[in-house]
């Protein structure tokens, strides 16, 4: 089932490392990244990212603070071209769109974010998710109805506010709004979601709404989410990679991971002996 | 120990005497004004026209041109300063160019307004041709308010979170939508604060206006909204002396013989103005973004 | 595989034609692009149109730059016994730093002394009262400064010093008044900048309020103390009409306070106006303007040393 490239000839490779890239025909690749290197400035902070994505599947990025988790995960998707200088390849399907002719904004319609805290707009909550649409031409009442209504169904949050979605979004708790940044990231019908530590802000109870709701979207979509819950990634993503100090160190199937590490450093890290 | 007690309550007595009196002259100044001008304001006075050498003038066609030229001024300065605090805020790179750029308006802000009324007697009366007109008078004024909106603009753009605009690029969005559709939107609050106060300032500028829009107030025919007509209020050719400038230019011929009750009078509209730029511009502030965050 | 490259391809050229959103950036960035060197634009045409006419006194008219900084005599009509013109500055130049100097001693101690009332004394009544109405006052028009000036400020010198209560003595009383509200609203900000632990370590140390305030509330707010000063007498060196309204124009050297005085802007105000273009009185004119430009760039230079100053504290 996997393709083991323990093997590989890098001046990095001084580490000890164990990466594992998904190979599952149910489930083929849709987003690689090819020897990526970011940098702040002149400082590196990612040295070296190889990762594939699995279509509908969960993958998680865990790791310490600092290991660069959110520099890869924000390269993806180029949100980081402005403030950093992101070298290698991203093969989304086959393209490379980390390239400088790439439309960017087409782009991230097809690969969506959602940020660690929950950024709605200072907009009713029929405008948070109809808006984009609207400017993506998407016109009709009837039309934007109905795609704001699926979209809210499938983040989970519909039933609590079908009936005031004129009511600003800013109103709304954190777990809620959470859940309207996804149901805005989502009618777009992108082909891959972005998640950057989507539940830290949350409480627990939202936190397991939320994964319910992710374990229900990856059916259509491919998720990438990055979190510091252990037990998080446990529960909802089938592969994991383990970042450290601008490596990925670790890459395997979420069960590998947490109960079989090849890495001393990812075993103390998933056991909590951390630092 | 003793002494710097003893320091302590003499110095803490001077602060009180100290801002006891500017508290003083400020009221004063404020009560001068009020108490002095508010019994010259009458429906006429506000409504009549000057008298040059007679008592019992108005200053009707003073207050209009002076809201006339703000008007127009502030069509032509906010665009001008909505697209530069933008640029300067959501794209410009942090290097020597922009910093060029920014101390070229921080220059622009602390220019003399006399100097930038000069200026826009030099150009737009003489070399352009426009004459003392309510059109070179406006300019004028652009130049004098561009650098201040331009800051508070951009200051305005500041308080949307950084959150907000990845959001949007997020989306899909460019970067000029995102700033049209959600941060604009969210920042018209503390923008229409910003505009108030400036307009505020605008309304009582008067050196920048006496070489510009004119020393002089043609009387008006008010039934003539067609702006190509020579009297009518509209028309941008015409010279048009607003009240500040009436102010301090019967003050300094000193031919009217009611020149200081009139200069009370409209020294006390042009203060009450200013106060009600001033309420308008929290009160509005507030009630917009209450709109904006709650139900 | 046929399929699947074929698929790739016209993903490629999904992802690489121009969206609309593209084309909305560029059209976005030209457009807030152009506003802003529109405003540029502004700047350097003022500077540049101010400076070539006010250079013409000394290129086109000849006259030295030497008399006009220090000569005592302004008729820019008249020749004087060597068949010079008489554009001597120097009167009003000294009339303009007088006023900006002394309005400026006068008002920074009442500026600071209200700010720390405000900020450290009694900040409740300083957020609720004070600071309202000090941003009120700083809006508030120069030509009505200049008005109160002529009917309150000019009775009561002539009463006290005799004479017409014209002068430099009027002219620093109304600018004082004027940019009062300026400077302490700007101090203010500055002192409320110092971080609120600055203070509790002061008193906790066994620090009188006083101490605290003199040793380290104002030393650490020091720089923008001075900026809001350098403010104030940039406004009012820069300041035209309520000058002009009390400080009497007689373009002569000063003697005394009370006598009827000029400054470079009262001159400008009254004298543009009566000039025909190009003549040698309207350039002269222009280099007063000349003057005023290099000051208020002065003022500017001052600020950002300042600013650069506080920043290496
Ligand atoms: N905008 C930036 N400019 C400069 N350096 C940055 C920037 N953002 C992140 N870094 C640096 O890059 C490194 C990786 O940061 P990153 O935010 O990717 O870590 P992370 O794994 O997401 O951490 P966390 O779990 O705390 O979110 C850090 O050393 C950080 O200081
Ligand atoms: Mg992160």
New interface residues.
């Given amino acids: 089932m996997f393709v083991n490239n323990d093997v590989q000839t890098n001046a990095n490779d001084m580490l000890e490392r164990h990466i594992v890239q998904p190979n599952d025909p149910q489930h083929p690749i849709v987003l690689a990244t090819e020897d990526l290197h970011v940098f702040y400035g002149k400082s590196e902070a990612l040295f070296e990212g190889d990762l594939q994505f699995a279509q509908n599947q969960i993958t998680a990025l865990i790791g310490p603070s600092g290991s660069g988790k959110s520099t890869y995960l924000r390269s993806l998707?180029r949100?980081n071209d402005r403030i950093a200088t992101v070298k290698g390849r991203i093969m989304?399907?086959?393209?490379d769109?980390n390239q400088p002719?790439?439309?960017v904004?087409?782009?991230?319609?097809r690969i969506?974010?959602?940020?660690q805290?929950p950024?709605?707009?200072?907009?009713s909550i029929y405008d948070n998710v109809a808006?984009?649409l609207r400017?993506?031409?998407v016109t009709g009442k009837k039309k934007l109805d109905e795609l704001v209504e699926v979209s809210l169904r499938q983040a989970a949050l519909w039933d609590q506010v079908k009936d005031?979605l004129g009511?600003?979004a800013?109103?709304l708790s954190g777990g809620q709004a959470q859940r309207l940044?996804i149901a805005?990231?989502i009618a777009?019908k992108p082909d891959i979601l972005l998640l950057d530590e989507p539940a830290s802000a949350l409480d627990p109870v939202s936190t397991s709404q939320l994964e319910d709701t992710l374990l229900k979207l990856k059916e259509q979509y491919t998720i990438i989410i990055v979190t510091h819950n252990m037990q998080q990634a446990a529960r909802i993503s089938e592969y994991t990679a383990f970042f450290n100090q601008g490596r990925v160190l670790e890459y395997d199937t979420t069960s590998h991971i947490f109960t079989n590490p090849r890495v001393q450093i990812t075993s103390d890290y998933v056991s909590g002996n951390f630092g | 120990m003793h002494k710097a007690k003893l320091q302590n309550k003499i110095a803490i007595g001077s602060l009180y005497g100290i801002s006891g009196l500017v508290v003083l002259i400020l009221v004063a100044l404020l009560g001068y004004i009020l108490v002095s001008g508010l019994p010259q304001l009458s429906w006429h006075f506000l409504t009549a026209p000057a008298k040059a050498f007679l008592k019992g003038g108005g200053v009707g066609v003073q207050l209009f041109n002076s809201f006339y030229l703000l008007i127009l001024a502030m069509l032509i300065s906010f665009p001008i300063a909505l697209g530069a605090a933008i640029y300067l805020y959501e794209y410009a790179k942090d290097n020597w160019v922009t910093s060029a750029v920014r101390t070229a308006i921080e220059i622009l802000s602390s220019l003399p307004s006399v100097v930038v009324g000069l200026f826009g007697f030099l150009f737009f009366v003489v070399k352009l041709r426009l004459g003392f007109s309510i059109l070179s008078g406006a300019f004028a004024l652009t130049f004098f308010n561009l650098p201040l909106l331009t800051r508070s603009i951009e200051d305005s753009l500041r308080t949307v979170s950084e959150n907000q605009r990845e959001g949007g690029l997020a989306l899909g969005l460019s970067r000029w939508e995102t700033v049209n559709k959600i941060i604009l939107p969210a920042a018209v609050p503390s923008i229409l604060t910003g505009v108030i106060l400036s307009a505020g300032r605008v309304f009582g500028e008067a050196a920048a206006l006496i070489y510009t829009a004119g020393q002089s107030a043609p009387a008006l025919n008010f039934a003539d909204w067609n702006p190509f007509n020579i009297s009518s209020p509209l028309n941008p050719m015409r010279p048009a002396e607003t009240l500040a400038v009436h102010i301090w230019k019967i003050n300094s011929e000193g031919i009217m013989p009611d020149a200081k009750a009139i200069s009370s009078g409209s020294s006390a509209v042009l203060v009450i103005a200013i106060l009600l730029f001033n309420f308008a511009a929290r009160y509005l502030g507030k009630r917009l973004y209450k709109r904006l965050t709650s139900a | 595989m046929k399929e699947q490259s074929t698929s790739v391809a016209s993903l490629e050229r999904q992802l690489k034609k121009h969206s609309k959103a593209a084309k909305l950036e560029v059209w976005g960035r030209v457009v807030s692009f152009s506003a802003l060197v529109l405003i540029v634009a502004v700047v350097v045409a003022i500077i540049g149109f101010v400076a070539s006419k006010g250079i013409a006194t000394f290129t086109t008219n000849h006259v030295s730059l030497w008399d006009f900084l220090t000569g005592k005599n302004w008729n820019p009509g008249i020749k004087d016994a060597h068949g010079k013109p008489e554009v001597g500055a120097l009167s009003m130049i000294v009339g303009s730093f007088l006023i900006t100097i002394l309005s400026a001693l006068i008002a920074t101690p009442f500026a600071i002394g209200t700010a720390v009332f405000m900020n450290e004394i009694s900040p409740n009544r300083g957020a609720k009262i004070l600071r309202p109405v000090t941003e009120l006052l700083v809006g508030i028009p120069s030509v009505v400064y200049g008005f109160i000036g002529l009917s309150v400020v000019v009775p009561f010198t002539r009463s006290v010093f005799g004479g017409s209560g014209f002068g430099i003595l009027s002219g620093t009383f109304v600018l004082f008044v004027m940019v009062l509200p300026t400077v302490t609203s700007m101090s203010a900000d500055a002192l409320r900048a110092v971080p609120r632990f600055y203070r509790e370590a002061s008193l906790a140390l066994g620090a009188t309020q006083w101490q605290t305030i003199y040793k380290v509330v104002l030393r650490a707010a020091t720089p923008g103390l001075m900026t809001a000063v350098v403010f104030g007498m940039a406004r009012a060196f820069g300041e035209a009409l309520a000058v002009q309204m009390v400080i009497g124009n007689a373009a002569l050297m000063p003697h005394s306070l009370v006598d009827p005085a000029a400054t470079l802007t009262s001159v400008l105000t009254t004298g543009i106006g009566n000039t025909v273009m190009g003549s040698l009185q309207n350039n002269a004119l222009w280099s007063l303007a000349l003057v005023l430009l290099l000051m208020s760039l002065v003022f500017n230079l001052i600020v950002r040393l300042i600013g650069r100053k506080g920043r290496l504290q």
């Fill in positions: 998707n949100m989304y399907r086959g393209v769109v002719d790439i439309d904004y087409e782009m991230r319609r969506g974010m959602v940020f805290r950024n709605p707009f200072a907009k808006f984009a400017l993506r031409g005031d009511r600003s800013l109103g940044c805005r990231a777009l």
